[in-house]
Every structure is written in C-alpha cells, then in structure tokens.
Nanobody, 116 residues
Framework: QVQLVESGGGLVQPGGSLRLSCAGS????????MGWYRQAPGKQRELVAA???????DYADSVKGRFTISRDNAKNTVYLQMNSLKPKDTDVYFC??????????WGKGTQVTVSS
C-alpha cells in the first residue's frame, strides 16, 4: 500500500502562489498515477491535476495556465505549484495515488485559503 502525506497549504493573498507537496511511502511509487483533488464543504471532490508514471499531465479547465503538477520519483514526491491564486481556489487539497483505477490511496488533505 501507499501512505501519502500532504504539506504546503496555508493562507495566501489573491494573486499569490503556493506549492503543495505529497510524500509517498510503502510501495513502488513510480508506477502510480498521481493526482491532486480539492473539495469544498458540501461539494463533490474535484480533480485538479494528474500526472502519469511517464510524466503526462492533465488539468481541470479552471486551473489550466495557473497550476503545474510534477513528480520526483527518486524522492517519492508529487508537487502542485499554484500561481495566480483566486479566492475560489480555497479548498482542502488531497493527494491521490492510483494504480490502474483499482488501487487508490488518499492523503488526509491540506487546507488552502486564498483571501485578502
């Protein structure tokens, strides 16, 4: 199994930047598709960005051009660089590891708040 721990969340002003990190352990990290999701109170969890084992990426339309997902397999870590942050980006962000859409593991989440 994979254990995931997110970090890097916090309070930032509109237009600012944050970088989230997700550190994984417990299995072969490099074979998983890694993703970042976010969820606001009372709403469904939303896929923000994903990156395959080969480095291919996909983004939600709402974050394209502002967010960048990357991974460092040697460090068992996936990152989400968030620029030009907006108040609507305020959410709890969760890290996900996905193996062939059969095995899925989640971190506990990290709070991102965008406010002046």
């Amino acid at each position: 199994q994979v254990q995931l721990v997110e970090s890097g969340g916090g309070l930032v002003q509109p237009g600012g930047s944050l970088r989230l990190s997700c550190a994984g352990s417990g299995t072969i990290f490099s074979i998983y598709v890694m993703g970042w999701y976010r969820q606001a109170p009372g709403k469904q969890r939303e896929l923000v960005a994903a990156i395959t084992s080969g480095g291919g990426t996909d983004y939600a339309d709402s974050v394209k051009g502002r967010f960048t997902i990357s991974r460092d397999n040697a460090k068992n870590t996936v990152y989400l660089q968030m620029n030009s942050l907006k108040p609507k980006d305020t959410d709890v962000y969760f890290c996900n590891a996905n193996l062939r859409n059969v095995l899925k593991f989640w971190g506990k989440g990290t709070q991102v708040t965008v406010s002046s």
